[in-house]
């Protein structure tokens, strides 16, 4: 003889349904920030090569010749190995350079200031070998909530061999 055996599963509480239904909703929600959270990174990733990599000088700097930051292309120009030691190379610790003096500075950040921008000015920096590099500077300002400056960012372009060649011709 076989004996049957049922077993009754206690059947679910609102309570319980509840608490499942919320689970499942925030498990929901865990996946799809997910899926966000790997498409931003993706994003950031693309868009860091691109800064790093850019053949083209990318930085930040206040109006008092601070750099925020920059590219390697632009640390290059300015006569460094990387970034962190353009940053390192301070006259008080605050990012100011030492050697390198954009000599008409003042004039494009007070251009950059009252248009907002600038396209294609060319100037010349001297870099900390004391090698003059002529560039094509091209920035916009940045103001702060109160409509005061708080920095450009911008881009430069090594055209000294372009103006070298014109010279000689």
């Not at 509840?18 to 966000?36: D, M």
């Not at 070998?129 to 002529?134: D, I, K, Q, V, Y």
Request: negative net charge; contains cysteine.
């Amino acid at each position: 003889n076989r004996t049957e055996v049922t077993v009754r599963r206690p059947r679910l509480t609102e309570t319980d349904l509840h608490i499942l239904k919320t689970l499942s909703g925030q498990i929901s929600i865990a996946v799809e920030n997910l899926g966000y959270f790997e498409r931003l990174r993706a994003s950031e990733q693309k868009y860091r090569l691109l800064y790093e990599n850019s053949v083209e000088g990318v930085f930040q700097i206040t109006p008092t010749g601070r750099f925020l930051s920059l590219n390697p292309t632009m640390a290059g120009l300015l006569g460094y190995g990387d970034a962190s030691e353009v940053l390192a190379a301070t006259d008080d610790g605050g990012g100011r350079l030492l050697f390198v003096v954009a000599k008409e500075f003042a004039e494009l950040c007070r251009q950059a200031s009252e248009s907002g921008t600038i396209l294609g000015v060319e100037t010349t920096i001297e870099n900390r070998h004391g090698r003059t590099c002529h560039v094509s500077i091209s920035a916009r300002c940045i103001r702060n909530d109160h409509g005061e400056v708080a920095y450009f960012e911008g881009w430069a372009v090594d055209i000294t061999e372009k103006v070298r060649a014109k010279e000689m011709t």
